[in-house]
């Protein structure tokens, strides 16, 4: 599997991060990264319940006005790339920087 480039997370979450307080009271938003098996990513935000598509490998946090996009970025790719390794007990090769 291949996983999002850092940078390419980072940018997709200084989209959303622009938005924190923007709607509502909120200090934060929630964000989930999507990876999927061939190295598309989406950022899913707001409440979880009502993320359709379950499929491949998830990372979560919250974001804020002062939140690094970059480390989270990080965090989030280290969970899915977690998920993965646990899922798959280490039988493909993951490699870094896809899209």
């Known amino acids: 599997m291949r996983l999002p480039s850092i940078q390419s997370v980072a940018a997709a979450l200084g989209r959303v991060k622009v938005n924190v307080g923007r709607f509502n009271d909120d200090d934060y938003i929630d964000v989930r990264l999507q990876v999927y098996e061939t190295g598309e990513f989406a950022?899913?935000?707001?409440?979880?319940?009502?993320?359709?598509?379950?499929?491949?490998?998830?990372?979560?946090?919250s974001i804020t006005k002062k939140s690094?996009?970059?480390?989270?970025?990080?965090?989030?790719?280290?969970?899915?790339?977690?998920?993965?390794?646990?899922?798959n007990a280490g039988y493909d090769h993951i490699t870094r920087g896809g899209l």
Not at 43 to 56: M, T, V
Not at 68 to 80: F, G, H
């Open 43 to 61: 950022i899913r935000c707001g409440d979880s319940q009502y993320d359709l598509d379950h499929r491949g490998f998830w990372g979560s946090s």
């Open 68 to 87: 690094n996009c970059r480390e989270v970025a990080k965090d989030l790719l280290s969970q899915a790339e977690d998920q993965y390794a646990s899922t």
